[in-house]
């Protein structure tokens, strides 16, 4: 059920219709303002509409890093199954004597 849901960024009321939990959007609206904190600690006095494309590249950096992260996870997962699965069949082929 869609919801409309008021989070507030950089002073500014912004209002969203959310499909998911209102858990899952506060977790990202968390993610977010975290971002541009960051960007208004590191650049202050910089305009809004900048710390927000500053936080959204951030954001995007982070994206990009995970995504690689996800995807050496999922090599060195597919890696060990097949050695545990060549163990497997290793252990359950007769023994040559």
Do not use: H
């Amino acid at each position: 059920m869609s919801e409309v849901i008021e989070i507030k960024f950089l002073g500014q009321v912004y209002r969203f219709q959310a499909d998911e939990s209102d858990a899952d959007v506060m977790d990202v609206a968390a993610y977010v303002e975290e971002k541009l904190e960051e960007v208004e600690r590191q650049y202050a006095g910089l305009p809004p509409g900048k710390i927000m494309v500053m936080a959204a590249l951030l954001m995007g950096k982070d994206c990009v890093s995970l995504r690689s992260e996800l995807e050496t996870l999922k090599q060195k997962i597919k890696i060990q199954s097949e050695l545990i699965g060549e163990g497997i069949r290793l252990m359950r082929a007769p023994e040559n004597e």
